[in-house]
C-alpha cells in the first residue's frame, strides 16, 4: 500500500460488462514520488543519523571535569597484629582524605561547545546536501518513466495505424493495385512497429522498476504508473538571479560556510587547550594523634608543550576551508551557469518542433496515406513519409525530456525546487 495518497489513473471503459471492475491502478505524481523517496530512502535515513550523533558530542562537549576523590591509610601494623589497638592506631598510623577540583582555564568548556555546535550545523547543511541529490534522482528517474510512458503510447498508436495502412494494402492487392511484393514489405515493415512496441514496453517496465526503488518498495504497489506528460514549461528567470537563489539556498555552499565557522572555532578551542588547568585539592590528615585539614594547588608549567602542534594544524585547516568554501562558491556559479544553458537550449529545441515541423511531418504522412489508399502514391514514398513522421515525434519527445532533466537540474543547480 501506498503511503501518501495517490491519484487514480484513469482507466479504459470495457467494451462489454466484465465479472468484476478491474481495480484502478495507482498514479504517482513528481513530487509524491520526491517525498516518498524521502521517507523511505535508506541512504538519506543513515545519513540523517549523523545529526543526532553529532547533538550527542554537544552533550559530551559541554561535561564539566569530574571531581577526584582519594584516601589512605598509612602505617598500619599488618605484621604485627598485637599492636592493632586503639592508641596504635589513633598516633601511629595516619588517615589522609582529599578531594579534587580541575579548574579549566583559557575558556575551555565554551570554546568544546561551540566547536561541537558548528560541527553540527555543517552535519545538517550536509543532511539537506544529501536530500538534494535524492530529489534530482527521482527527478531524472521520472522523467525517464514520463519519456518511456509517452513513447509506449506513441508506438502503440503508430502500430495500430501501420496496421491499417496493412488491411489497405491487402484490399489493394485483392483488388490488383499492388504487387505481392509491395504486400510482403507492408507486412514485414508491421514487424518493426511490433518490435519498437515492445521494446518500449520494457523501456517504461524498467523505468518504473528503477523509480519504484528510489521510492521504496513498500512504498507503492508492484503495479502503478506516473502521473503527468512531458510538457514544456518556460523557466523565467534570468541567469543572476538564478545564481543568488543558488548562492542562498545551496545546502553544499551552507556546509562549506559553515565549514568555516567550525574551522575558527576548531582554532580557538587548540588556543584554549593551550592553557594548563588549574587543580585545587582540599585534604583532611589525621596524624600522630592530631587532625588537620591542607589545600593544595597545581598547575603544569607550559615549559615545552604549549598545544603547539594542534594550533598550528587548525590554523593550516581553517586556511583549507577558506579555500573549500571559495571553490564551492565558484562550483555553484558554475552549475547554474550550465545548468541554465541547457534549459536555454532545451528550449530553443522544443521550440523548434513545435514551430511547425510536427505538423508538416504529420500532414505528409497523411497525404502519402490517403494517395496510397488511392493509388496515386508508391510504396517507397509512404515509407519516407512514415520513417520522417516517426523520426520527429521522437525526436519531439526526447526533446521534451531532455527540456524537463534540464530544469530539473537547473533546480538542483540552484539548491530549490520553486524557481522564480
Known amino acids: 500500500m501506498s503511503v501518501l495518497g495517490l491519484a487514480q489513473a484513469p482507466s479504459a471503459a470495457p467494451a462489454a460488462p466484465a465479472p468484476a471492475a478491474a481495480a484502478p491502478q495507482a498514479a504517482v505524481t513528481l513530487e509524491q514520488a520526491i517525498q516518498l523517496a524521502l521517507a523511505h ?3 538519506l535515513q543513515a545519513a540523517a543519523t549523523q545529526v543526532p550523533q553529532s547533538l550527542a558530542q554537544e552533550t559530551t562537549a559541554a561535561l564539566r571535569p569530574n571531581p577526584v576523590l582519594a584516601w589512605d591509610a598509612l602505617y598500619q601494623p599488618i605484621f604485627n597484629p598485637s599492636q592493632f589497638n586503639h592508641s596504635y592506631l589513633n598516633n601511629s598510623a595516619e588517615y589522609d582524605a ?7 582555564r583559557g575558556h575551555k568548556r565554551q570554546a568544546r561547545m561551540a566547536a561541537a555546535r558548528d560541527v553540527t ?5 550536509q543532511v539537506e546536501d544529501a536530500r538534494r541529490g535524492v530529489e534530482f534522482n527521482v527527478a531524472q528517474q521520472f522523467v525517464a518513466a514520463l519519456l518511456a510512458k509517452s513513447t509506449l503510447a506513441f508506438a502503440q498508436q503508430d502500430l495500430a495505424s501501420w496496421q491499417n495502412t496493412v488491411a489497405v494494402s491487402q484490399s489493394q492487392y485483392a483488388a490488383g493495385a499492388v504487387s505481392e511484393g509491395d504486400l510482403d514489405t507492408v507486412k514485414l515493415q508491421t514487424l518493426q512497429y511490433q518490435t519498437a512496441a515492445a521494446s518500449d514496453q520494457l523501456s517504461l517496465l524498467q523505468a518504473l522498476s528503477a523509480l519504484r526503488q528510489q521510492m521504496g518498495f513498500s512504498a507503492v504497489p508492484a503495479s502503478y504508473a506516473v502521473a503527468g506528460d512531458l510538457a514544456f514549461e518556460p523557466v523565467r528567470a534570468d541567469l543572476a538571479t538564478l545564481q543568488s537563489l543558488a548562492l542562498a539556498h545551496r545546502p553544499d555552499l551552507i556546509a562549506a560556510r559553515q565549514g568555516v565557522t567550525a574551522a575558527e572555532s576548531q582554532l580557538k578551542l587548540a588556543r584554549a587547550n593551550g592553557k594548563r588547568d588549574l587543580t585545587v585539592t582540599g585534604e583532611y590528615i589525621h596524624a600522630a594523634g592530631i587532625s588537620s585539614a591542607a589545600a ?7 615549559v615545552f608543550d604549549r598545544n603547539q602542534g594542534e594550533i598550528a594544524r587548525t590554523a593550516a585547516a581553517l586556511t583549507q576551508a577558506q579555500d573549500l568554501a571559495e571553490a564551492a562558491n565558484q562550483q555553484v556559479l558554475t552549475d547554474v551557469a550550465t545548468a541554465f544553458a541547457a534549459v536555454q537550449q532545451g528550449s530553443r529545441v522544443v521550440q523548434l518542433y513545435t514551430s511547425g515541423y510536427r505538423d508538416e511531418a504529420r500532414q505528409a504522412l497523411t497525404i502519402r496515406q490517403y494517395s496510397y489508399s488511392r493509388g496515386a502514391s508508391s510504396l517507397l514514398d509512404l ?3 512514415e520513417r520522417t513522421y516517426r523520426t520527429t515525434e521522437t525526436g519531439y519527445r526526447q526533446a521534451l525530456a531532455a527540456y524537463m532533466l534540464a530544469v530539473e537540474q537547473l533546480k538542483e543547480a540552484v539548491g530549490t525546487r520553486t524557481l522564480p
Do not use: N
Open 383 to 385: 515509407l519516407d513519409a
Open 98 to 104: 582529599s578531594l579534587s577540583y580541575t579548574i579549566e
Open 121 to 125: 550545523a555543517v552535519t545538517r547543511a
Open 41 to 43: 530512502s535508506p541512504a
Open 296 to 302: 593544595l594547588f597545581s598547575i603544569e608549567v607550559p
